[in-house]
C-alpha cells in the first residue's frame, strides 16, 4: 500500500506541478508528498522530478514514469469501481470542479447531503471561473456553463439557465436606461474575464433571432459574484444568471433590462471523461446533483 499510495502522489504532483499542491489535493502535508517522491526515486535509483525555483519538471524517465504509473492509478481506480458496483456500497474519492458561483450556491450545499447518504464517498469540490483541464487535473465531474467543445468528455445535459441583464436603480438614474442592444454601448458593462480570454460579446435574444453585441466596460473580473457585487453598488450593467439575482431583482435592489432582448441562456450540465462513466459512485452523485439542481432552472428563479 505504502507503494501505492507514493504512485499517487508522483501522478498528483505531475498532474498539478508542485508537491504542495500535490499533496493538499491527496490530504497530506509537503513533506509527507516529498518524502513519497523520495522514496519512489531511491527505489528505482533514479531522478523523477527535475526540481526549479518555479516549478517541477518531470525528468525524461520520469515522463515516461508517469505515464506507466497514471495508467495503474486509473485501472486500480477502475477494479475499485467494479467492486463497488458489486458490493452496494459505494466509496472512494470523487473530485469535482464547478464555477464559482454556480459551485457555491448550488453545488456546496449538496456535498454533506450526498455524504451523508453515502459515508464511504468523499467530495472534493473545487471551484473556478477559469477554464480547467478535466483530463490533466484529474478531476470525474465537472459542472459547466455553455457549450462543451471537447469531444473527449461526455456531455450530460441538465437545464437551460436563464440569464438577465441587470442593473441597480442609483446607476439607472445616472446614466440612464437602455432601450435597444445598441445602447449598450454607451454604458459601462462589467465584464466576466480571465487570462487569455476571447473577444467579449453578449448574445441577446430578439425575434429575428440572436443579436451578437459587442461590449465594454472600465473594470472586469474573473469572480461572476464581483460583478454582482458591482452591479448593486451601482456601478455598471451586469450579465447574470437569473437563478443568482432573483433575490435582488425581488427586492428591487436590481432592475431587469431590455427584457424582451434577454440574453441567450447558457446550457447547465455536466462534462465526465468517457473513462469514468461506469464508477457507481460517479453515477449516483451525477444523479443527486442533476435532480437537485433541475428543479432551481425550471421553477424559472
Given amino acids: 500500500m505504502p507503494y501505492l499510495e507514493s504512485l499517487r502522489v508522483f501522478v498528483r504532483v505531475v498532474d498539478l506541478g508542485s508537491i504542495t499542491a500535490g499533496g493538499r489535493d491527496l490530504r497530506m502535508s509537503p513533506a509527507v508528498a516529498s518524502n513519497r517522491i523520495k522514496d519512489l526515486e531511491t527505489r528505482f535509483g533514479v531522478r523523477l522530478l527535475n526540481r526549479t525555483t518555479r516549478k517541477l519538471v518531470p525528468t525524461e524517465i520520469g515522463r515516461a514514469f508517469y505515464d506507466s504509473a497514471r495508467r495503474v492509478i ?49 467530495v472534493r469540490l473545487r471551484l473556478s471561473d477559469r477554464n480547467v483541464d478535466i483530463v490533466a487535473d484529474g478531476i470525474d465531474l465537472a459542472f459547466f456553463l455553455g457549450e462543451p467543445k471537447d469531444s473527449a468528455l461526455k456531455w450530460r445535459r441538465i437545464a437551460d439557465c436563464r440569464r438577465a441583464l441587470v442593473a441597480a436603480p442609483s446607476y439607472l438614474a445616472t446614466h440612464g436606461t437602455p432601450e435597444a442592444p445598441h445602447d449598450l454601448a454607451q454604458h459601462n458593462c462589467l465584464l466576466l474575464r480571465y487570462p487569455r480570454s476571447p473577444e467579449y460579446y453578449w448574445l441577446l435574444q430578439s425575434k429575428d433571432g440572436p443579436i451578437k453585441m459587442m461590449v465594454n466596460g472600465r473594470f472586469d473580473a474573473d469572480d ?71 428543479g432551481i432552472f425550471q421553477t424559472g428563479a
Avoid at 458591482?230 to 435592489?253: F, K
Wanted: with cysteine; aromatic share 8%.
Fill in 74 to 122: 486509473e485501472l486500480l481506480d477502475e477494479a475499485e469501481a467494479v467492486v463497488s458496483g458489486f458490493s452496494g456500497t459505494p466509496h472512494g474519492t470523487i473530485r469535482v470542479t464547478a464555477p464559482l458561483g454556480l459551485g457555491r450556491r448550488l453545488i456546496a450545499p449538496l456535498v454533506p447531503r450526498f455524504c451523508a447518504e453515502y459515508p464511504g464517498v468523499e
Fill in 224 to 294: 461572476g459574484d464581483v460583478l454582482t457585487d458591482w452591479a448593486l453598488a451601482g456601478q455598471g450593467i451586469a450579465n447574470r444568471p437569473r437563478y443568482e439575482v432573483a433575490e435582488h431583482l425581488a427586492s428591487g435592489a436590481l432592475v431587469e433590462l431590455l427584457p424582451q432582448f434577454a440574453p441567450i441562456p447558457a446550457q447547465f450540465g455536466m462534462l465526465t471523461p468517457h473513462r469514468r462513466l461506469q464508477d457507481p459512485k460517479l453515477r449516483l452523485f451525477a444523479d443527486f446533483a442533476a435532480r437537485e439542481t433541475r
